[in-house]
């Protein structure tokens, strides 16, 4: 009876370690299930889901820092440059004529500054120039200059292909992975920038730049949204009005911004706010509008890609907004990136301000987080590749840093 006894309870516990054993082996092949594989980070999905994780981790400084987007001073990275840029956490830089000598000393700035770790992550950086040929040429001694949109517009629209491809190989070399250009205004009072008094015309010329742009490996730019070729004056130094109906803008103005939002993946460029007033619509200049970029670009012509303003230095809407005060008001409209070209006071001022914003709640967390992710799909996107991408999400995995 004993032996008997004896043998069931030997059995029972055989038993249950063999019943633990494949538990655990289970326990292994799930959690080896559940991690995505290397291709996962060449899919869409699993690129907003990255985006979305990084998001999470990030802190609240750095969140802001994505969103900012700065000019510097010199041509080479300073003590006193890397000191604001690192305070801010900065997402993008923008280098002018005043930071640009020679082709050698821009590759070195460029890449100079694309080394700083500006976050935990170490997410790159946007690096852009306007470049769109014609009087807004950046380094004409040294880098390729096209014609002005007025003068491509008098020929091909194969024309504006060829030469917005040159020029973004040329940027490319230089260092930089975004261009604000094309210029998609209709008319001509901007001085050559557009490329025609008429909307089907600027949107012919117009989509062939941005796709030679797109074939050249940079990220392109729209602007000055929702159109600024109706101004009679410059909103760099003075306020801009354009008086026309809202149907006129809707039918007319937006004609080539509603083309490529329609055409392109939304991750491939950027859609630039102008300063103008259209009374039509908003009191408020459209970079600051939430009926222009909420109501009109995301909602009706459905655009869910990244937004910036335009230089918040300009005098269109720099007079009666404090550098406390623009930030704040443009991201509570709709801007996912604030341009601030010139001055690092005016950009810590901005960048302090937002920051405080969200941690009283005049902004709100949820629209920083949309904003971000945004901003973090494009350069996982078309900055990082998928080892990039893959040693991104081993970093999160790995720490504990988390969003306050």
């Known amino acids: 009876m004993k032996k008997k006894i004896l043998l069931c309870s030997i059995l029972c516990l055989l038993f249950l370690i063999a019943g633990c054993s494949a538990a655990e082996k289970n326990t292994g092949k799930n959690e080896t299930a559940t991690q995505p594989a290397a291709e996962n980070w060449n899919t869409e999905k699993g690129i907003r889901e990255l985006s979305a994780a990084l998001t999470e981790k990030m802190s609240l400084e750095e969140k802001i820092g994505q969103m900012m987007f700065v000019g510097i001073h010199g041509t080479t990275l300073t003590g006193e440059t890397k000191s604001v840029l690192s305070s801010m956490h900065v997402g993008g830089v923008i280098l002018f004529d005043r930071n ?30 306007d470049q769109e040929g014609g009087l807004v040429t950046r380094m004409k001694h040294d880098a390729y200059t096209a014609p002005s ?21 040329d940027i490319k070399e230089l260092g930089f ?31 062939q730049a941005c796709r030679g742009l797109r074939d050249s490996g940079v990220l392109f730019t729209i602007k000055h949204f929702p159109g600024m070729g109706r101004s009679e004056t410059d909103p760099h130094t003075e306020k801009s009005v354009v008086n026309v109906s809202r149907e006129t803008i809707l039918q007319e103005d937006l004609q080539p911004f509603r083309q490529i939002i329609d055409q392109y993946p939304h991750d491939q460029f950027m859609v630039m706010a102008g300063h103008i007033r259209y009374p039509a619509f908003d009191t408020k200049p459209a970079s600051l509008s939430p009926v222009i970029l909420k109501d009109l670009l995301r909602n009706q012509l459905g655009y869910r ?96 840093v988390t969003s306050k």
């Open 305 to 400: 890609g990244v937004v910036i303003t335009d230089d918040l230095n300009m005098g269109a809407v720099s007079e009666g907004y404090s550098p406390e005060e623009i930030g704040i008001i443009a991201i509570q409209a709709g801007s996912d990136i604030l341009l601030s070209c010139h001055d690092p006071q005016i950009q810590q001022r901005t960048y302090k301000s937002v920051v405080q914003a969200v941690k009283d709640g005049k902004i709100s967390q949820s629209e920083i987080n949309a904003s971000v992710q945004r901003i973090l799909y494009c350069k996982l996107k078309n900055l990082m590749s998928t080892q990039q991408r893959k040693a991104v999400y081993e970093q999160i995995k790995t720490n504990s």
């Open 100 to 129: 640009m000598e020679k082709r050698e000393q821009v590759q070195a700035l460029n890449a100079s500054v694309q080394s700083l770790k500006l976050n935990y992550f170490s997410i790159p950086l946007f690096l852009s120039v």
């Open 177 to 207: 992975n975004l261009d604000f250009a094309p210029v998609l205004d209709t008319g001509n009072r901007m001085r050559g920038r557009t490329y025609g008094a008429t909307p089907p015309q600027v949107a012919l010329f117009g989509e």
């Open 149 to 169: 949109a007025a003068e491509i517009g008098k020929g091909k629209p194969e024309d504006a292909y060829r030469h917005a491809n040159k020029t973004g190989i």
